[in-house]
């Protein structure tokens, strides 16, 4: 089983949530549940949570001040079925449930995973987005699409993106100035590790394929940092291996150090310096970078509730099959 939860009023109008099998959701109004809304201010701090167990889906209210009703009927706890409208607060749920058979993708040491399918995420939400967002050219030739968080979570949108064009989606994560420690039993692998293991704890954004890691896990790093100045999200189609060796031919500048005797670091893969670079140079560097891309998601720290998908001209095919609305503002023109 699969369930969305649509906002279909409120201040985040437009926002979709996913859930699987074995994950449970807790929304209210402050960040001590995973999906808060701080802008409605007749939310409790946890106002009521949406879980999927083997007897379905259910939703309990978290002991708020007002109360949380379904159909238009105060509730405690019951179950949900397609169709239901929940109401929180000033805002409104719809609940779109979608059966799903399990299989070896969702399965994890013989135990229900978080992990979940982005193809499939991609296809359940084709069509039904109604999401707002320009569309430019670049001085390096590529397509830049600018929205607003508030339409859709750059975690979404990365999800999205990956399923729908199957590329491997891979984050470079500053844990330090996202303010998280590394997870426990995480083994990092450090963008800048040709300096020594201490240097790199330091100052390296981690390299992460969130293939190896449950939606759950990597989705708050993305959303959580946007603003940062401490995220990345990166597409791909080539090998690990690959990969990883052209990033670092990017970030690794020969015999440029201040006292000749090293290699420097090009901090290309922050946002603060990615995000000018990509929309307005057409150095080698540029070129080279995204010539290992298919695309890249990006802050820009002027700018910190929009964000930034850096691509090619098959996005906007993607984009427009999700429902978004492209705008080109110097056509005046809209996709």
Partial sequence: MRVVLEVTNGPKKGNRFLLIQGQRLRIGRTQVSEKAFPDDDRLSSRHFEV???????????LKSTNGTKVNDE???ERALSNGDVIVAGRTHFLVQVEGVEEGPANLS???KSAHIDEAALARALRGKLHIDCTVEDTEAGWKLFRGEVKGIEPATLAQLVSGMRKYKLWLSVDFRRLGQPLPDGMQPVYLIDWLPVEVAEAMSPVLIDTDSLEHDVWEPWINDGWGADCVVALFTDLPE??????????ARVKGHAADGSADA??????PSILAPALM????DMVKNLMSGLKCALVE????????????KESLVKTLTGFGFRIFDPK???VT
């Fill in 51 to 61: 879980w999927i167990d083997d007897a379905g889906c259910s939703i309990r209210d």
């Fill in 74 to 76: 105060l509730i405690v």
């Fill in 109 to 111: 040491a013989g135990r």
């Fill in 241 to 250: 291996d690959k990969f990883l060796a052209h990033l670092r031919s990017i």
């Fill in 265 to 270: 670091v090009a901090g290309i893969y922050w």
């Fill in 280 to 283: 307005s140079s057409t150095s």
């Fill in 300 to 311: 820009l720290p002027d700018l910190p509730d929009s964000w930034q998908l850096f691509g």
């Fill in 331 to 333: 056509s005046e023109t």
